[in-house]
């Protein structure tokens, strides 16, 4: 397969000489150094030292190795023309016991990231938080305590003050929907809670820390930060339509990507098309609706597939179930996701119909597949063909109209891919995690080659 920067009408400039182009990283999945220059524990440090939560016994203490070679990967992704670069604070890093002391040298550390990334170019883009809650606010509830909210207050205020006079594009949160239902309710995330009881008080903390977060950022940075949040989404279809089948999919469609942004936006909770959300009420105090507003410079969509549902009687609260991919003989990544680029598309139309929306960004979206190193290459054709193909359904839903502004890859290196180890990668850099050796695959060489065109 030849790769090329253009395809047909498809080029970096049809998108528009202001449209961000980046790629993304999670703290957690590629510092290492877990216990290092003061570091807390987070719940993720906990978790995955659990035995037969990580695929293969996969440890996270190295990782990538980044929070030593920043430089190195800074400099890759200048290398590759990449001008925005997404990456997190660990909340335990600057912060060990989640609130009260702060640790200079992890607020060294991340000023030492930020100032590289500006010195090389890269504008660095923040997010604030990306799961790795502190274990010492997990032992007093974490998520499922209301104290919570003034808890990540304080985090948001101590990453304003230290890195607010450099860091211009803040984002607050990372898919949400992700850290308290993998977390809080099927317990294959950390802290490996369960039920319904640990969910319904993790999501109505969460929306409201990031909210407040919103708003401590706006106050404590007034005329120089744009701020958002990010949300992960699927594409739902039903398996077919029969009532049944598509009254399942609008309940999976309502919880996965509806529960969360709606209440951000002033519409409250969705729960007319998701009636198990009205046992939330009893989490719900006078002024909590008004307090989940705030009004975003831009929301952050991660999509990587669809899903089809069918009706299911077994399932609880929602009688749907979703029909795995690798049953109807249709494309897969590494993690068993469609690859269905009509998704982004799709979802970007869907999101786009939110009026008080006031811009969208791709902020995550990428592929794992195996790749295979010979004679120091990386010949990734599948990864490049997705991305491109993703990229293209990005440009029509621009071209009809949506107000989508950027497009970030997940992710730079391959990494630490929560409990799924370190198996799947995700990268446009292959990562020999025995020596920390990088090659750039040719999915990142293509990527770096269409932002320069």
């Not at 239902?181 to 903390?205: I, T």
């Not at 990088?438 to 932002?451: E, L």
Request: glycine share 8%; aromatic share 14%; hydrophobic share 40%.
């Amino acid at each position: 397969m030849e790769l090329t920067t253009q395809h047909g009408d498809f080029n970096r400039q049809n998108f528009g000489d202001d449209f961000i182009w980046g790629v993304a990283t999670a703290a957690f999945q590629v510092e290492g150094s877990c216990d290092c220059d003061g570091k807390g524990e987070s719940i993720w440090d906990v978790f995955a030292a659990k035995r037969g939560k990580i695929k293969n016994g996969d440890k996270p203490h190295i990782a990538c190795d980044f929070y030593n070679r920043y430089k190195e990967d800074i400099d890759l992704i200048k290398q590759l023309n990449i001008p925005n670069f997404r990456f997190s604070i660990s909340w335990s890093r600057i912060l060990p016991s989640g609130i009260g002391e702060i640790n200079q040298l992890g607020i060294d550390h991340y000023n030492r990231v930020i100032d590289y990334c500006l010195e090389q170019g890269v504008e660095p883009w923040v997010t604030v938080y990306h799961w790795d809650l502190p274990q010492a606010l997990e032992a007093k509830g974490g998520w499922t305590n209301r104290e919570v909210v003034n808890w990540f207050s304080e985090f948001v205020r101590v990453c304003a003050n230290n890195f607010g006079h450099k860091v211009k594009n803040w984002m607050v949160m990372n898919e949400p929907s992700v850290f308290t239902g993998a977390g809080y309710f099927l317990g294959v995330h950390a802290p490996g809670r369960l039920g319904l009881g640990n969910f319904l008080p993790a999501v109505h903390h969460a929306l409201m820390s990031i909210a407040a977060g919103g708003r401590i950022l706006r106050e404590l940075l007034p005329n120089t930060a744009e701020i958002g949040t990010t949300f992960s989404c699927s594409y739902i279809e039903p398996k077919s339509d029969k009532p049944r089948d598509v009254a399942a999919a609008n309940q999976v469609n309502t919880l996965l990507n509806r529960l969360y942004i709606e209440p951000i936006l002033g519409l409250g909770y969705p729960e007319k098309d998701l009636p198990v959300l009205k046992k939330m009420k009893k989490y719900i105090r006078p002024g909590d609706v008004e307090s989940m507003q705030f009004d975003f410079d831009f929301i952050g969509v991660q999509l990587y597939t669809r899903e089809i549902v069918e009706y299911s009687f077994l399932t609880p609260y929602i009688h749907a179930n979703i029909v795995k991919a690798k049953k109807r003989n249709v494309p897969l990544t590494d993690m068993g996701w469609e690859v269905y680029p009509p998704s982004i598309y799709k979802i970007l139309k869907q999101f786009n119909q939110y009026t008080n929306i006031r811009k969208l960004y791709i902020t995550e979206n990428g592929a794992a597949f195996p790749d295979e190193v010979k004679d120091d290459v990386v010949n990734d054709v599948k990864r490049t063909a997705y991305l491109q193909e993703y990229l293209q359904q990005v440009l029509k839903a621009k071209k009809e109209g949506c107000k989508v502004s950027g497009y970030f890859v997940w992710t730079l290196t391959d990494n630490f891919e929560w409990a799924e180890g370190y198996n799947p990668r995700f990268g446009l850099i292959h990562v020999n995690f025995d020596t920390q050796k990088r090659i750039v695959k040719s999915s990142g060489q293509w990527y770096g080659d269409f932002i320069k065109a």
